[in-house]
C-alpha cells in the first residue's frame, strides 16, 4: 500500500474536480500537482446530492459508502499547502464539505493508495 511520502499527500478527485483545467483554477498553476492518475474508489457511489446555496434544483457531486459500487476518478498528488487552498475552495470553513482518508486503487499499477477527498456533509 503507498501511503503519503514527506510533504506530499494523494487526493482523490470525482466530479468537477477530475478536470485538471478545474483544478488548475482552484489550486493555481504553479505547484498545483506532481502527478494525476485514474483511480478507483471501491465499495463507495457517486451522488448528486449536495444542494448548491444559491439554487435549491442544483446539485453537487458526492460521494457516499455502497456496498459493490465504485466511484471512477482521479488521483492527484500535490504538496499540504495546495490541498489547503482546496480545502479553502470546497467550503471546509463553512461546513459544506469534510476531508477525509479513503483508500484508492491506482488504475495504472493497481496498487492501493492511502488518499484525502472531500466528502459533503449531509443536508
Request: proline share 3%.
Amino acid at each position: 500500500m503507498i501511503g503519503m511520502g514527506a510533504g506530499t499527500v494523494w487526493y482523490f478527485a470525482y466530479g468537477s474536480n477530475m478536470s485538471a483545467a478545474r483544478m488548475r483554477e482552484r489550486v493555481g498553476e504553479v505547484g498545483g500537482w506532481e502527478e494525476r492518475i485514474p483511480g478507483v474508489l471501491e465499495e463507495w457511489r457517486l451522488v448528486f446530492n449536495k444542494v448548491a446555496s444559491r439554487n435549491p434544483r442544483e446539485g453537487f457531486a458526492n460521494i457516499e459508502p455502497s456496498a459493490g459500487e465504485r466511484v471512477e476518478g482521479c488521483l492527484y498528488r500535490l504538496s499540504e499547502s495546495v490541498l489547503e487552498r482546496l480545502d479553502r475552495y470546497e467550503g471546509m470553513k463553512s461546513g459544506h464539505f469534510k476531508r477525509m482518508q479513503v483508500t484508492v486503487i491506482r488504475k495504472d499499477t493497481g496498487e492501493s493508495v492511502i488518499t484525502y477527498t472531500h466528502m459533503a456533509w449531509p443536508e
